[in-house]
């Protein structure tokens, strides 16, 4: 009786496992496919985009975000065939199209402050990776 108990337990916590998971997975998929829409929605409140502007804007993230996540899929599917992907420079040239494209819907103005804005998130970016970088070197190895 206690053997079909704690095989029933185990049963009950496996599945309560797979469903966390599988939870976790979606929300990362789902972010990903919202990407574009929250980088949007960061441009209009930083920049005060015009409704015209924000549907332009909108449509260079999917853009983006659609042509990086092909990219993303061709390197993948190279590792899983064992080969390593060559660096390219696809995604900076998809970036800079972007960038190019950005800066044709923006003011002058617009432009200047979302350089600085990439600026600041850059230097922020880069301070939490030296601070994480530092907290692995601390850390003790086991």
Same mark, same amino acid.
Do not use: C, Y
């Given at each position: 009786?206690?053997?079909?108990?704690?095989?029933?337990?185990?049963?009950?916590?496996?599945?309560?496992?797979? =469903?966390?998971?599988?939870?976790?997975?979606?929300?990362?998929?789902? =972010?990903?496919?919202?990407?574009?829409?929250?980088?949007?929605?960061?441009?209009?409140?930083?920049?005060?985009?015009?409704?015209?502007?924000?549907?332009?804007?909108?449509?260079?993230?999917?853009?983006?975000?659609?042509?990086?996540?092909?990219?993303?899929?061709?390197?993948?599917?190279?590792?899983?065939? =064992?080969?390593?992907?060559?660096?390219?420079?696809? =995604?900076?040239?998809?970036?800079?199209?972007?960038?190019?494209?950005?800066?044709?819907?923006?003011?002058?103005?617009?432009?200047?402050?979302?350089?600085?804005?990439?600026?600041?998130?850059?230097?922020?970016?880069?301070?939490?990776?030296?601070?994480?970088?530092?907290?692995?070197?601390?850390?003790?190895?086991?």
């Amino acid at each position: 009786m206690m053997n079909t108990m704690k095989k029933l337990m185990m049963i009950v916590v496996a599945t309560a496992l797979v =469903g966390t998971a599988h939870a976790q997975d979606s929300k990362a998929h789902e =972010g990903r496919a919202n990407r574009a829409e929250v980088r949007t929605e960061q441009m209009v409140k930083v920049l005060g985009l015009t409704p015209e502007q924000a549907t332009k804007v909108r449509e260079l993230n999917e853009r983006l975000d659609k042509d990086l996540a092909k990219l993303r899929e061709e390197h993948a599917t190279a590792r899983k065939t =064992g080969e390593r992907p060559t660096p390219s420079g696809q =995604g900076r040239e998809m970036k800079a199209k972007f960038e190019a494209d950005l800066k044709a819907v923006l003011t002058p103005e617009q432009w200047t402050k979302w350089e600085e804005h990439q600026q600041v998130t850059k230097a922020k970016r880069m301070e939490m990776r030296e601070h994480h970088k530092t907290k692995l070197e601390a850390a003790p190895n086991e």
